[in-house]
């Protein structure tokens, strides 16, 4: 079965500094790969998304990049925090197919200070 | 652009309760509409997937209908038990590129 893993589980981190997230799925081979921003009090903000290896496309223009190494990694970078990077952030897969459902990863809390 | 909206946005109901959770988008456009639950803290899981040609799927105590002429969807939830209490999202996969919108949720709480 597919399986995706998200860590760190929480990080708090100082403004400017930067920032690393992974994402890992198991299972299953080159799907779609999504992140996600979850403030407080408001919806989910799809962040990135990747159709395969090197292809990332960004939706909100920010100081966050994403970067697909490999086929089932996907990783979220800041070079400079800001404050309101602060936030929940969710990763998700899903297989290639317009039909196909999203499955998420437990998420990371995010708390810049 | 796709909106989705979800109403209401905090529901409370006494356990045994049937309910209806609501979910809009604007645009018909569509291949599904993914219902998913999220605890506090937690990620989100999956309830229901419903195709853009279909009118319901069930899973359970909990029915999903689909209405893409009329950009509704609800998840009804028979029987409601305090391990339902979570906040629930609906999202639609656009026809164009591969993104999903999501409702902001609404945060249901079944008291014993």
């Known amino acids: 079965s597919q399986t995706i893993h998200q860590w760190p589980a929480t990080l708090v981190q100082p403004v400017g500094s930067p920032l690393s997230l992974e994402c890992t799925v198991e299972?299953?081979?080159?799907?779609?790969l999504y992140w996600y921003r979850q403030a407080a009090g408001r919806g989910l903000q799809l962040l990135f998304y990747s159709v395969g290896i090197g292809q990332i496309s960004s939706e909100v223009p920010q100081n966050l990049s994403a970067s697909r190494p490999q086929d089932r990694q996907f990783i979220l970078s800041s070079k400079k925090l800001l404050l309101s990077d602060s936030g929940f952030y969710l990763c998700?897969?899903?297989?290639?197919?317009?039909?196909?459902?999203?499955?998420f990863g437990d998420g990371t809390r995010l708390s810049i200070l | 652009k796709q909106e989705v909206t979800q109403i209401p946005a905090a529901l409370s109901v006494p356990e045994g309760e049937n309910l209806v959770l609501n979910c809009s988008f604007t645009?018909?456009?569509?291949?599904?509409l993914q219902w998913f639950r999220q605890d506090p803290g937690k990620g989100l899981t999956s309830l229901l997937l419903i195709q853009s040609s279909q009118r319901e799927q069930t899973s359970g105590r909990l029915n999903a209908s689909l209405d893409k002429s009329s950009g509704r969807s609800t998840l009804y939830i028979a029987a409601s038990q305090p391990g339902d209490s979570a906040t629930y999202l609906c999202a639609v996969r656009v026809l164009y590129g591969q993104n999903f919108v999501f409702g902001p949720g609404t945060r249901l709480s079944v008291l014993p």
């Open positions: 299972g299953t081979s080159n799907p779609n």
């Open positions: 998700a897969w899903s297989d290639k197919g317009n039909g196909q459902p999203q499955h």
């Open positions: 645009d018909s456009a569509i291949y599904n």
